[in-house]
């Protein structure tokens, strides 16, 4: 690290972070610096135009992996489209949103692709783009920041 630059926090593999604007108390996150762009797990994705001739996206965060019952209605402006390559090397023309996220002491705006993840062991990726100038990672490490949901009052989730 640059003597000059600010101390930076240090994050883990996976941390807990929340989506506020999106109503999302906790998700669990994968810090992947292997991908570029972030990405968050939706259901039931539609996207449509609003009532001044926005391009919207609606659809459905089930963020807790286990918790399938539990699940947050979100509406969108939609940022774009772009394609992304998946870690099979497979492309597909995604949604993206951009929206406020909270990890730790920092709240910063980050955009996200919006895809099925039902198959991933994560609802969210937290890419690279979204990490820069904000924190080290250190793979050997995880949940050094976040709450995790243990430590969230029962009556947010």
């Known amino acids: ?73 979100c509406d969108r402006p939609l940022l774009s489209r772009r394609p992304v390559k998946d870690s099979g090397g497979h492309e597909e023309v995604r949604p993206f949103i951009s929206v406020p996220i909270v990890l730790g002491r920092l709240t910063w705006e980050v955009e996200f692709s919006l895809t099925n993840r039902d198959n991933m062991k994560f609802r969210m990726l937290l890419g690279r783009t979204a990490m820069n100038g904000r924190f080290l990672v250190n793979p050997g490490l995880s949940y050094q920041i976040g709450k995790s949901l243990r430590r969230v009052k029962a009556d947010r989730v």
Request: with cysteine; net charge positive; glycine share 10%.
């Open 1 to 73: 690290m640059n003597p000059s630059s600010p101390n930076l926090d240090i994050i883990g593999w996976r941390e807990w972070l929340s989506i506020p604007e999106l109503g999302i108390p906790r998700i669990k996150a994968k810090v992947d610096t292997g991908a570029r762009t972030s990405c968050l797990h939706t259901c039931g994705l539609e996207m449509y135009t609003g009532g001044r001739g926005e391009e919207r996206v609606r659809f459905t965060v089930h963020p807790l992996q286990k918790r399938p019952d539990y699940a947050v209605e």
